[in-house]
């Protein structure tokens, strides 16, 4: 099994920085992918960004050019730097490990608020 806990969310003003991390253990050396979710109340969870065991990278078109994913293999965790926020980014953002194509965790998700 692999357990996911994401970390760094938090309140922050438009305009300014935060960098998640996404710390995954257990079975990880077969994790093909890793991605970053979002989600507000009464809306379905969203792609952020995702990043595949060959460092290609793909990312929602509302923040293209904003964000950035990266992962170190070394230690097992996945980052998400996210600039210029804005009031939009607010949700509860969730880390996601897929092998194979099949979803094996979802963490426990990290609230990120941005106030204008």
């Known amino acids: 099994q692999v357990q996911l806990v994401e970390s760094g969310g938090g309140l922050v003003q438009e305009g300014e920085s935060l960098r998640l991390s996404c710390a995954a253990s257990g079975s990880t050396s077969s994790i093909t992918a890793f991605g970053w979710y979002r989600q507000v109340p009464g809306k379905q969870r969203d792609m952020v960004a995702s990043?595949?065991?060959?460092?290609?990278?793909n990312y929602a078109d509302s923040v293209k050019g904003r964000f950035a994913i990266s992962r170190d293999n070394a230690k097992n965790a996945v980052y998400l730097q996210m600039n210029s926020l804005t009031p939009e980014d607010t949700a509860v953002y969730y880390c996601r490990a897929v092998r194979a194509f099949r979803i094996v965790a979802w963490g426990q998700g990290t609230q990120v608020t941005v106030s204008s």
């Open positions: 990043i595949d065991s060959g460092g290609m990278t």
